[in-house]
């Protein structure tokens, strides 16, 4: 949380090149990442595909629908009063902008950081994919390598997609990839493959109270 503060902090204008380029890069390096990967840390194979979308759609999607409905009508609201462009006080702004929260698309403006449940929703469902169609090898640790190596085939071979198609700012299918950030969620899945295996062969609990230590200081040095 305070690496992604720091790296939008590095955006401003008064910011931009010098010293402060190089910390925003290195800040937008991991710290999505790392998020990926503690959600994936708490992630079970053993969940149904069934069982983990149902979870997901009351703990991403419905607070996206309402957290969004909710910024419309502050927009609307505040418009009204003149704190606002204008443009946020037609009530047709407002009745699309609760039907896009509905469908699960970002109306940007106060609900603009809910962009990264949207995010997280496709990433995990298309994570949880590959575990239900790797179900069927029974030998546990044959799984776990095919889970890791599709979740970055997938990636890698997205990665290469994103390298010839530029999807942001673009209308029909094509600008519905970005505006659900299928773009970068196609990214996730061996960050999420790796927190889950992580939590599996308990790599957290094998490091010692000196060790863990030495990692975070060299983690917070390395920020600093």
């Not at 946020?88 to 699960?104: E, H, N, P, Q, T």
């Not at 590959?130 to 190596?149: F, G, N, P, Y």
């Not at 960050?191 to 030495?214: Q, Y």
């Amino acid at each position: 949380i305070v690496s992604i503060v720091i790296g939008h902090a590095m955006n401003g204008s008064e910011l931009n090149g010098g010293a402060a380029e190089y910390v925003r890069r290195f800040v937008y390096l991991y710290h999505l990442v790392v998020f990926v990967f503690v959600s994936g840390y708490f992630l079970k194979r053993e969940d149904s595909f069934i069982k983990v979308l149902i979870k997901k759609l009351k703990t991403l999607y419905l607070p996206f629908v309402i957290w969004s409905i909710i910024s419309c009508l502050l927009n609307y609201i505040f418009a009204l009063l003149g704190l606002l462009s204008s443009t946020y006080a037609d009530l047709s702004y407002l009745v699309k902008g609760i039907i896009k929260s509905v469908l699960f698309q970002n109306i940007g403006g106060f609900a603009s950081p809910l962009w990264f449940l949207q995010l997280l929703f496709v990433s995990i469902m298309v994570f949880e994919m590959i575990l239900s169609l790797t179900k069927v090898i029974k030998k546990e640790h044959i799984r776990s390598a095919c889970i890791v190596a599709f979740s970055f085939i997938i990636g890698f071979i997205w990665a290469l997609v994103l390298m010839k198609v530029n999807f942001i700012g673009v209308s029909g299918v094509k600008g519905l990839v970005h505006r659900l950030h299928i773009d970068t969620a196609l990214l996730m899945p061996p960050f999420l493959a790796l927190g889950m295996l992580t939590r599996e062969v308990n790599v957290l609990h094998r490091l010692s109270t000196k060790e863990a230590f030495c990692a975070c200081g060299a983690g917070w040095a390395l920020l600093l």
